[in-house]
């Protein structure tokens, strides 16, 4: 079995301040993970994901995570917010099994000017 | 680049009405997904298929079904529409197992509301 927790539904940032957006997983065997982005009115987008190779992943817009095992955490961070970051984030956890994508409940950024 | 296209975007229902979610990609993904997003509550996954004529069910299955004819078209059916089925649906596909750190790619989603 597996899940993956995001802390906190709500973030709020200024422009310009930093980006962290927490996700911990658990999982029986060596995961992926994936963090995906929703703009409003709109489909999801991949931004990153970690498949075992480095765990330090870069993804698009300047986001990036860093897959940590002893703390099962998979947080994205970005060094300086912009206004076009305001959206919906989510954090997802596969295992290597083959087990099916489970999705966490989503992390609303809101940036403000 | 059309990707994944879905249709219609919003729609109204009546309780008890049937309808059907349309969606195709041109990918040429054999991976095919519908996931269901409520409030709060992350993307739940209705019903999946690994090719054309194969189909299983996800998470939360219940009152609706699928067909796979053809790998483009990934059908989603609402039989006797309920309130609880009021959500906002995303159809997806894959090249392979999402679950295998395949990337998934998504539909821009189609409003559902059941009164």
């Known amino acids: 079995a597996q899940s993956v927790t995001q802390l906190g539904s709500h973030v709020s940032v200024s422009e310009g301040a930093l980006v962290l957006l927490r996700c911990n997983y658990s999982?029986?065997?060596?995961?992926?993970l994936f963090w995906y982005v929703q703009y409003p009115n709109q489909g999801l987008q991949l931004l990153l994901k970690?498949?075992?190779?480095?765990?330090l992943v870069k993804g698009i817009n300047g986001f990036e995570a860093e897959f940590k095992k002893s703390e099962t955490s998979f947080h994205l961070t970005k060094p300086s917010a912009h206004m076009s970051d305001a959206a919906e984030y989510f954090c997802?956890?596969?295992?290597?099994?083959?087990?099916?994508?489970?999705f966490g409940e989503g992390t609303q950024l809101t940036v403000n000017p | 680049n059309a990707g994944v296209t879905q249709t219609p975007k919003f729609r109204i229902l009546k309780i008890g009405q049937s309808m059907t979610l349309q969606c195709t990609q041109d990918?040429?993904?054999?991976?095919m997904y519908w996931y269901r997003q409520d409030p709060g509550m992350g993307l739940k996954l209705i019903y999946y298929?690994?090719?054309?004529?194969?189909?299983d069910k996800g998470e939360v299955p219940n009152g609706y079904n699928v067909s796979r004819s053809t790998t483009e078209d990934f059908p989603l059916r609402l039989e006797l529409a309920a309130p609880s089925q009021t959500s906002v649906y995303f159809c997806?596909?894959?090249?392979?197992?999402?679950?295998?750190?395949?990337?998934?790619?998504f539909g821009e989603g189609s409003w559902l509301t059941v009164v």
């Open positions: 997806a596909s894959s090249p392979g197992q999402g679950s295998f750190g395949n990337t998934i790619y």
């Open positions: 999982s029986s065997v060596p995961p992926y």
């Open positions: 970690y498949t075992s190779a480095a765990t």
């Open positions: 997802a956890v596969s295992g290597t099994s083959g087990s099916r994508l489970t």
């Open positions: 990918m040429n993904h054999n991976y």
């Open positions: 298929s690994v090719g054309a004529g194969i189909t």
